[in-house]
């Protein structure tokens, strides 16, 4: 974490389409981000989707994004 500005290393990615996927993901919208080293070496990223569940997505479709601790609690509640 960075303790001067108060944000933590990425967990957050915003969405910025969901060409394809209209049902799991919405354009401009901030999903949570779980750690799949895997999947990112073949171009995904593991979000918590529309379902309340991860699943993996082609990572072109997100961008990820450093949140403010007090942003973070209020997207994990």
């Known amino acids: 974490m960075n303790n001067q500005t108060?944000?933590?290393k990425a967990s957050f990615a915003l969405c910025i389409?969901?060409?394809g996927y209209p049902a799991s993901?919405?354009?401009?919208?901030?999903y949570r981000v779980?750690?799949?080293a895997s999947a990112?070496?073949?171009?995904?990223?593991?979000i918590i989707d529309e379902s309340g569940e991860d699943y993996?997505?082609?990572?072109?479709h997100f961008v990820t994004i450093r949140v403010p601790l007090a942003a973070q609690k209020a997207l994990m509640a």
Request: glycine residues 8%; positive net charge; proline residues 7%.
């Open 40 to 46: 990112a070496r073949r171009g995904y990223i593991r």
């Open 56 to 60: 993996l997505y082609p990572a072109k």
């Open 17 to 19: 389409s969901s060409e």
């Open 25 to 30: 993901f919405e354009k401009w919208k901030v």
């Open 34 to 36: 779980l750690p799949d």
């Open 6 to 8: 108060g944000e933590a």
